[in-house]
């Protein structure tokens, strides 16, 4: 596609239940990032592939936190068990190198996540 | 641990006035060191970057930045400030030995443009 595509863009939750997000990165992109931005700060490093390989996701904060990539293109982020303060604003970048210089990163709009 | 510190949370300019943005980052070795812009509804977009070379680097939209590494530093710059222009701003810093694209962002400072 023309650019990094996020979905749903907007997602109300009651607490407790399970959410999935998605990003379609640009075609051909080998590298997926995910961030987590809360109101008000920078994003927040979560989790990288380089084609289908997670390769760090040491910014995951706790283990209700799953992200995927089974093809090596779309990639799905899963909050289990939302709770209140997984509100924020979940960015997907992807790149179209991989390994340590991995360019320019192209973001999508995100999509926001508010937990009830 | 690297960190990124954006120590204006808010900056108002008058259209047509210059504009500094301030950065400073903590990083044990040779930082990758980017700006990005966002404006409300958008996803970030890469202003500039600097990884070696020339400490001056020019980017889009006639945006600038100066890496100081004395000072720890990597300031954004625009000699004469658009509306369009107004928006929040990140620095970032990037490990660039273990992977660029994992950078920590600064957070951020939002730009008011007065007419």
């Known amino acids: 596609g023309a650019g990094v595509s996020q979905s749903p863009r907007y997602k109300v939750a009651k607490r407790g239940q399970d959410v999935a997000l998605r990003c379609d990165p640009i075609?051909?992109?080998?590298?997926l990032f995910w961030y987590q931005q809360a109101l008000g700060q920078g994003p927040e490093f979560l989790t990288y592939f380089q084609n289908e390989a997670q390769l760090d996701k040491s910014g995951l904060p706790s283990d209700r936190f799953f992200a995927e990539r089974p093809e090596g293109s779309v990639s799905t982020l899963k909050i289990q068990r939302t709770q209140q303060e997984d509100s924020a604003v979940y960015l997907c970048?992807?790149?179209?190198?991989?390994?340590?210089?991995?360019?320019?990163?192209?973001f999508g709009e995100g999509s926001r996540l508010t937990v009830l | 641990a690297q960190s990124v510190t954006q120590p204006d949370i808010h900056i108002t300019v008058s259209e047509g006035a210059s504009l500094e943005l301030r950065c400073n980052y903590s990083y044990g070795a040779t930082p990758y060191l980017f700006w990005y812009v966002q404006s409300p509804g958008q996803g970030l977009q890469l202003l500039l970057k600097y990884f070696s070379g020339d400490t001056l680097v020019q980017g889009i939209k006639g945006f600038e930045a100066e890496f100081k590494r004395s000072q720890s530093s990597f300031n954004l710059r625009k000699p004469s400030v658009h509306w369009s222009d107004a928006a929040e701003y990140f620095c970032?810093?990037?490990?660039?030995?273990?992977?660029?694209?994992?950078?920590?962002f600064g957070d951020g400072t939002t730009l008011t443009v007065k007419p």
């Open positions: 075609s051909g992109h080998v590298s």
């Open positions: 970048a992807s790149s179209l190198t991989g390994g340590v210089d991995t360019g320019e990163l192209f």
């Open positions: 970032a810093v990037g490990p660039l030995e273990t992977n660029a694209g994992k950078s920590t």
